[in-house]
């Protein structure tokens, strides 16, 4: 903006100069008319470039001598081209002759410009096309080496009406343009600022934003220090094309000094507004030469991401809580480069979570958003697709919580992140620490630490929404972490204490949990320590099979019931969400459990049989008769586990313990009662078998019949 405004200004003065020496020509010679091409000769002398006034030279006296020059162009400098530096259809001005012709003072009333073009360009090698009319201004000699008199230039005011300006910079490949230009300034005096309204539009290729910019300041351009000073700028305008509707832009800063030698500007605290966000910038002195990179301490008011995504024409994703991406405030300082904006020293407020550290977002299309925050807390589960848009039923099947795909498949981030607390689902994380790549629609956190339920997390997740399907994999490890906390998270159910280690290897596909779960492969094996299955009393179970089987009376429980265990281990594959175990190993204080089953994950149901032996002095059994803890020690108990995993039911089979006791029984007979008949074959003495030896043989008979109908 400087360089245009000097460009502007030395432009103005030109052609001031130029009216001054026709008016002095027509004081003299009458028709200035007459010395056109005198006078384009001069310019050609002096600059190298080709006048072309191709209107009239009109001149009036008294009390002002007015001075009106007619369509002219300016030819381009040596390897720009043909089209003309500059032109204008009609340049009038008026100047006080008295002063003028006593004292050489300059004094104008109002100099006007109508339909100003100015090309302006840089080409690859650095070179301006305006350079040489710089450096022709520079050798020209002082008016001290002229004849030892000064002139002051005075002008109540300039008039620049429908101008354009273009300005392209070969290297970059940019293009500016402000056109419809209009321009009045208040008086003009050395040394004294310049007051100056001005109106254009703007447009930037290759992208074009701006329109209808307002701007209102105070100008004073020093030539001796190369430097133009903006007092109390302001711009309004519109930004188009970025957003569905136009939005305003609004930009206000009390001094902005540019340097032109040095190319630096600097500038008082700016306040700006862009799409409807509100920023209070300190801005540190920079370069606007080649790239430039200014660095600045900003505060963004408290904004709505939602609205500025809708403002945006970006969808803004569905999320369990309509209120989540509700608020943004941030403080940082801001580094801005070609490539990318860094912001450092960062406090931002997301919703209620404030994060510090440092953070990146690119600007080119291919770039990476870098993070290094840490976190206070974070509720997760706002920022999850919502489970329903309307309520479900009593009885009825929830709708499953969707893989967040549209929202990972056009990010590209990496970074770490750690956080106080986390929550996600019913749980609570502490401590995490985790890192994070998102690129072409595939999420890895890893790693991940955490601690939860006085435990220890270790994992590796990975979300790839890269495909058709998406598809979820997990390799985690859990260590000391409360069984009775997790069962409440997961299952809101209390019926199990102590401690689980356990280690998870599995992936599953589908656009929802429920999906995955159903799709689950891999395997898993987990141990359960020092706890109780709350709501269950195993030993009593046992007891009660048995009165019942005998028509005995039931024993009476021990409230609560409670089934104590030191271990309980499994592991195995897992296949279609169905987690089949064959090594299952349960130490409980009265007896030794091993067996077999299935735990489907997405129906949630267990089954499992096992088989039990109690152990020869169990504990808790004091209430037990001697009968009974003969029968169950000796006998392998058959045990059924199905039903919900919140609530199992366990069965024992006691029909099958005895029917088995009898089949030994029986098969022992038979035995003794073979042993026994070769031993009368051997001796001969059939006919003198005894009573009782008949008496067992008939015996023998009834319990085969009993045995075939077992």
Known sequence: ???????????????????????????????????????????????????????????????????????????????????????????????????????????????????????????????????????????????ADTDGMSASLDIDSIVIRNASISYHDAPSGETYRLTSVNMTSGRVSPGEPVPLVASFDFELEPDDIFGALEIETEITFDTDTGTVGFDELSVDGL???????????????????????????????????????????????????NSPAPVAMIQVDAFSPRSLMQRLNIEVPETADPNALGKVIIDAKVR??????????????????TFTGELSVPREATGAYRFDLAADTINLNRYMAPASG???????????????????RPINARGSL??????????????????????DGKLRIYPITATFFEGTYNGDVRIDVSGKMPVVSVNEQISGVKLGSLAIAMFEQENVTGTINGTFKLNGRGDDLAAIQRSLAGSMSFELLDGAFEGIDVWHELRRARAA???????????PARTRFSTVRASGPVSEGVFKNNDLLAELPFMRLTGNGTVDFAAATIDYRMNARVLEKPEF????????????????????????LTAPSIKPDIEAMFKKRIKEEIKNQLLDKLLGGRDKETTGDDADEPQEEKDIEEKLKDSLRDLFKL
């Open 1 to 143: 903006m400087g360089r245009l405004l000097k460009i502007l200004l030395y432009f103005v003065a030109g052609i001031a100069a130029l009216l001054i020496i026709v008016s002095i020509s027509f004081l003299l010679l009458f028709d200035p008319n007459d010395f056109r091409d005198n006078i384009a000769t001069e310019v050609k002398r002096t600059t190298g470039r080709e006048l072309l006034i191709e209107g009239d030279l009109k001149v009036s006296l008294f009390p002002w001598l007015a001075i009106e020059l007619g369509r002219t162009s300016l030819g381009n400098a040596a390897g720009f081209g043909d089209e003309p530096f500059a032109s204008f259809t009609n340049a009038r001005l008026s100047i006080r002759l008295m002063p003028l012709l006593l004292s050489r003072e300059v004094s104008i009333g109002t100099a006007e410009l109508e339909t100003l073009h100015l090309n302006l360009t840089v080409a690859r090698n650095g070179r301006s096309n305006w350079q040489d009319l710089i450096d022709a201004n520079e050798a020209a000699p002082s008016d």
């Open 239 to 289: 930004i188009e094309g970025v957003a569905e509707v136009p939005t305003t832009l609004q930009f206000l800063t009390s001094s902005l000094m540019v340097n032109i030698e040095d190319e630096t500007i600097t500038l008082d605290a700016v306040r700006m507004s862009v799409l409807g966000v509100g920023i209070t910038a300190i801005v540190e002195p920079f370069s606007y030469a």
């Open 336 to 353: 801005v480069s070609a490539s990318a904006i860094a912001l450092t020293n960062v406090e931002l407020i997301l919703d209620e979570s």
């Open 390 to 408: 309307t309520t479900v039923a009593a009885g009825a099947d929830e709708i499953p919580v969707e893989i967040p795909s549209e929202l990972i």
């Open 418 to 439: 750690t956080v106080s607390e986390a929550f996600l689902g019913a749980m609570k994380f502490e401590n995490v620490d985790l890192g994070l790549n998102i690129a």
């Open 549 to 559: 089987f005998k028509g005995q009376p039931a024993p009476v429980p021990v409230l």
């Open 621 to 644: 059994a004091q209430d037990a008769t001697t009968e009974e803890l003969e029968e169950f020690t000796e006998a392998v108990i058959p045990l059924r586990i199905t039903g919900p």
